[in-house]
């Protein structure tokens, strides 16, 4: 199988409440009745990556009485904000400190995946995004496809194509897994048609 170049964009998880798009978020989080919990949550649901949005979840995550859940919940939207701005190294630390106090935090170990490989840290992300994919995840197509790009940068191209299948499979007509299977595909048509168009050596 051939591979043609990589630049496939990375896929973050968002909250479970962020599943449903006709969720209220103020309705069914975990993270109280304060207003700049209010405006991480909603920031980050409408794909708002500025400042405001950073500091509107950072302020959140010094409320005095936030839970130990609606901590986890504001500390995954900060780092997802993070990551979205490439800010990698930020984004990571937000993941691990979710990790380090709940383990199996599967939407935590996706984006930590999904960072590793804009960090270009391949080994770690397959790592990661296999972990998760053991534990759950709302939207395992991405997990799926986040770890075929790590698998293709390490020139495991088999083992891309079947993340990047496996992703279609879950979610048929995902147009970013659907482009990466159908330039698997047209790369080994090209290597077919090259070896086969190639003189014979007597």
């Known amino acids: 199988m051939v591979s043609l170049a990589l630049s496939a964009a990375i896929y973050c ?21 304060d207003h700049r919990a209010r ?58 400190a979710v990790i380090a106090v709940d383990a199996h935090n599967a939407q935590a170990l996706v984006n930590r995946g999904a960072t590793l490989v804009q960090l270009n840290r391949y080994g770690e992300a397959i790592a990661a995004l296999t972990d998760a994919l053991s534990y759950g995840v709302p939207e ?21 194509y079947d993340d990047y299948s496996t992703a279609l499979q879950i979610q048929p007509d995902w147009g970013p897994a659907n482009a990466e299977v159908a330039r698997f595909v047209r790369g080994r048509r090209e290597h077919l048609a090259d070896v086969l168009n190639r ?4």
């Open 140 to 160: 395992p197509y991405k997990a799926y496809y986040n770890r075929g790009v790590a698998r293709e940068a390490l020139g495991d191209l088999q083992g891309a």
């Open 39 to 96: 405006d991480c949550v909603d920031g980050v649901m409408r794909g708002d990556n500025s400042d405001k949005t950073v500091q509107a979840c950072t302020s959140a995550l010094q409320y005095p009485r936030l839970s130990r859940e609606g901590r986890i919940e504001l500390q995954v939207d900060r780092g997802v904000t993070y990551m979205r701005r490439r800010q990698n190294d930020l984004a990571l630390a937000d993941f691990e």
């Open 13 to 33: 998880a968002l909250p479970a409440r962020a599943q449903d798009p006709g969720a209220d978020p103020r309705s069914v989080s975990v993270i109280g009745d």
């Open 199 to 202: 003189p014979s050596t007597p």
